[in-house]
């Protein structure tokens, strides 16, 4: 008999339970993640009614993988850019919400007498929304437009990034068992260093080498080498002492900023969507029914906490970044929930050994229960955000507006202020990539010549050259380049009180680019040595080689730019948001939409609707301020203003596709090829097809027609039809039969 091994019974197990659960969530409209959960409940080794995965362990490593690859999926959503884009008001909103909460879930732990390590953990766990659930409730209730959702999206995103920050920190505590501020901070120091690295390494060089080898990319090649991609980071994230998940999210990211985000996020969303899949299949397997019965009162008091919570510190700190307070409430409401990071810093506490074995599933359960709660929270929050703006005082209701629009005004910047700001810009990236070259340095480019082209001194004196041209560009950067040379020359002129602070700080930084120098140096020779050394380098640098290394600097510093900024080339720059509930939002016109077709002055959209299209994307083509004359064709991507009302009600016309592909659907189903016998009583017997009028009333046609063991296809208008022909028709058979009884 053939043995088949565990592993391929055990993913059947899985996959099949994951199915079955999938579809019945499905046709009961419930999110899928909730499926897969329950789906590894029952094939988990608490529930006994249906066969059990038999090796855990090998699941668990299916599960890991699930991970890096959800983790690189919601990577390519992210991108540095958007994060840059979303503004103070998703910034200070999302920093405000995931503080508040992580204060929130560790007091309640407390609260409740568990351990530190396990309130730490809820506090972390609750402060993350779930991306995949607003998305989905979003877009089932067709608000994706609307002002607060664009708020939303963008304290997702700094919520992705928090998540990172927390998985780090979280490991570093777990691990060290020490909450001393310093080891906290040396790991937040030590993830920005390689964060910042990869960033620069990745946008500088993935780009480039996707664009020359664009021609050899089928979709075959492009998934490999995207998953390729991905686990190299996931190997160099684990190396530098972080999680797997950190490297693929990273990767997610830089792949992100460049041209074939699109492509790539399609071609491995099935490879993301099997593997999570198992992912969510193993959480529900470490659910242990009895642990929710246990320990049901704390549940409920988490879920109220994760609701209230979410609802009252996303508010806050959406009415302090000036939103309204309609915004405010309404995206408060929408983040009133948990879902897949906050089952992966679950994970990794049990990975870890640091959290009791309750703490797991009472997240799963929270988490379900505020999956279902957040649909009917969106809706109601609208009416709630109403009859609080008739409930409070008027006195707080204006204090709200005034300080809102306040928060709108433009806000002018001192010439201090810009280059304090280009200088420190500056600073961190030079040194981080001039910390990374000591590094390479010392680790790989020493050893390497060393062991493999010179020994002694002639190797250290190579090693040496190597590394100083690698640093050479980003040296003359660091200490040299001039920042900002507006507000420079402005601040230079006002000799009484700018001049001096302007010559200490390029006198710091020419010292600062000397002990670069001089440290590289000292990891070959003598500390004496390397001190002189580096000074008559420094001196070359100024002196021989700065035009060149100004050239050499310029160009990296173009391509590092060109690829950063390759996805958005095409776009142009948008109007800054309007006030109150005039916002910007995008349309697809679809191909059934009353509009195609036609020119804007034909349609007259902003005297009927009140909306004004202010760009038009039609492939590769961009309208930017359209005319009269320009016409909308089904596909164009539209980029209107107005409030929530108005686009809705144009949305109606703009976005057909969903109503009318119901009817589509139902036509379909009743047309339907049928063969008739014509007999001498019905209406077609010595009827040409032209005189029948079939086509226009049964809306039916003749294909074909069999005579004395003959077939004629295609017959033309003229043909006659006699009885005892068998006729071929194609339409619907409602109609068809309608027509032959008349």
Known sequence: MIHLPHLITDLALILAAAAATTLLFKKIKQPLVLGYIIAGLLVGPHFTLFPTVAEEETIAVWAEIGVIFLLF????????????????????????????????????????????????????????????????????????????????????????????????????????????????????????????LWFLGGIFLIPTFLKRTRKLMNDETMLIVSLALCLVMVILAVKAGFSPALG?????????????????????????????????????????????????????????????????????????????????????????????????????????????????????????????????????????????????????????????????????????????????????VHAVILTGILFLANRFIHPFITSKLFNGLNGSIASLAVSFVLMAPFLWAFSLRRIEKKAYTTLWLNRRYSRGPLIALEAARITLGVAYIAILISLFFDALLAFGIALAAAIIVIVILQRKLQAFYGRIESRFFLNLNARQAVEKQKSPLTPWDTHLSELTVSAESPLAGKTLGQLAIRERNGVNIILIERGKLVISIPGQDDYLFPGDKLTVTGTDVQIEAFKQQVEVADRIDELVQAKKKDVELQQITVSSRSRLADCSLKDSRIRQLAEALIVAVERGGERIPNPDSSFKISSGDVVWIVGNRKKISEYLKE
């Open 73 to 196: 999926s919601l990577g390519l959503e992210f991108s540095f850019k958007k994060l840059a884009k979303v503004g103070g008001a998703a910034s200070v909103t999302g920093i405000t919400e995931a503080a508040f909460m992580l204060l929130v879930g560790y007091i309640t732990g407390q609260l409740l007498g568990w351990g530190t390590m396990d309130s730490i953990f809820l506090g972390a766990i609750l402060s993350i929304s779930s991306t995949t659930i607003i998305i989905r409730a979003f877009e089932e209730l067709a608000i994706k437009h609307k002002k607060f959702a664009g708020l939303v999206f963008g304290v997702l995103i700094v919520e992705d990034l928090v998540a990172i920050l927390l998985l780090v920190v979280l490991s570093t505590v777990a691990v060290s068992r020490n909450f001393e501020g310093t080891e906290m901070l040396l790991s937040i120091l030590k993830f920005a260093f390689f964060l910042i």
């Open 248 to 428: 693929a999210f990273i990767m997610g990211s830089i792949l992100a900023e460049t041209t074939f985000a699109e492509r790539i996020e399609h071609l491995t969303k099935s490879v993301k969507d099997l593997f999570a899949a198992i992912f969510f299949v193993s959480v529900g397997m470490l659910i242990d029914p009895a642990v929710l019965r246990d320990y049901a009162v704390p549940i409920l008091i988490i879920t109220l906490m994760t609701i209230v919570g979410k609802l009252v510190s996303t508010t806050t700190g959406a009415l302090l970044s000036g939103q309204p307070l309609k915004t405010a409430i309404q995206a408060g409401m929408s983040l009133a929930q948990i879902g897949e990071f906050s089952f992966i810093i679950a994970t990794l506490g049990l990975s870890l050994k640091v959290t009791s074995d309750f703490l797991y599933p009472i997240a799963v359960a929270v988490s379900a229960v505020t999956t279902f709660t957040t649909p009917y929270l969106i809706k109601v929050s609208g009416p709630f955000s109403s009859f609080l703006e008739r409930s409070l005082p008027a006195k707080w209701i204006d204090g709200l507006n005034k300080y809102s629009s306040g928060a709108e005004g433009i806000t002018t910047t001192s010439d201090w202020k810009k280059l304090l700001k280009g200088y420190f810009s500056n600073f961190v």
